[in-house]
T-cell receptor, first 116, second 115 residues
Framework: EAGVTQFPSHSVIEKGQTVTLRCDPI?????LYWYRRVMGKEIKFLLH????????ESGMPNNRFLAERTGGTYSTLKVQPAELEDSGVYFC??????????????FGQGTRLTVV | AQKITQTQPGMFVQEKEAVTLDCTYD???????LFWYKQPSSGEMIFLIY??????QNATEGRYSLNFQKARKSANLVISASQLGDSAMYFC????????????FGSGTKLNVKP
């Protein structure tokens, strides 16, 4: 079975441009999460979807970030316009419906975004 | 305040020796879960081991064990008999019972296993 896949693996864009990151969760996983790691820092929570609904978006840095999950399958994270401080690795994770403390979240390989 | 603290940015260990990666956490929730993830150079995050706050015994998974000291709020990862393939970034993470949708991660420890 395919794991969580993210596209692209790397993206280099200029400040002010728009970038869209995509995440395909494991089939059947209702929970989808976005996380971000800025260089050398901890991985930080951005938001959580349950199916197509945003359950918690308290980690989204500002309104330049827009996440969607139409149809409850794949998700996109758009940054518009991108700023230098948006550079980092964006991780997507998914988990099954019975989400509890010990439910494992499966992570993708991440998208490395560099804004120049 | 930082929820998860990993104080070792980088560690070296000789192949076949054991190594301990430190992790301390901060929470007032009596119900929480602690995780360790491995991130090799390929980028994916691989789940290694889980410890629940009410678990009486330390978690073990093969060569991985978690040294859980609740009073000290520490959850150190012990890797026994290190292998070259263990070279990777290691992240400690926590979920709290009141909002278990969120993982809180540390900044990671880069482990290098020397032949």
């Amino acid at each position: 079975e395919a794991g969580v896949t993210q596209f692209p693996s790397h993206s280099v864009i200029e400040k002010g441009q728009t970038v869209t990151l995509r995440c395909d969760p494991i089939s059947g996983h209702d929970n989808l999460y976005w996380y971000r790691r800025v260089m050398g820092k901890e991985i930080k929570f951005l938001l959580h979807f349950v199916k197509e609904s945003k359950q918690d978006e308290s980690g989204m840095p500002n309104n330049r970030f827009l996440a969607e999950r139409t149809g409850g399958t794949y998700s996109t994270l758009k940054v518009q316009p991108a700023e230098l401080e948006d550079s980092g690795v964006y991780f997507c994770a998914s988990s099954q419906e019975s989400d509890g403390l010990n439910t494992e979240a499966f992570f993708g390989q991440g998208t490395r975004l560099t804004v120049v | 305040a930082q929820k998860i603290t990993q104080t070792q940015p980088g560690m070296f260990v000789q192949e076949k020796e054991a190594v301990t990666l430190d992790c301390t956490y901060d929470t007032s929730d009596p119900s929480y879960g602690l995780f360790w993830y491995k991130q090799p150079s390929s980028g994916e995050m691989i789940f290694l081991i889980y410890q629940g706050s009410y678990d009486q015994q330390n978690a073990t998974e093969g060569r991985y064990s978690l040294n859980f000291q609740k009073a000290r709020k520490s959850a150190n990862l012990v890797i026994s008999a290190s292998q070259l393939g263990d070279s990777a970034m290691y992240f400690c993470a926590m979920r709290e019972g009141w909002n278990f949708n969120k993982f809180y991660f540390g900044s990671g420890t880069k482990l290098n296993v020397k032949p």
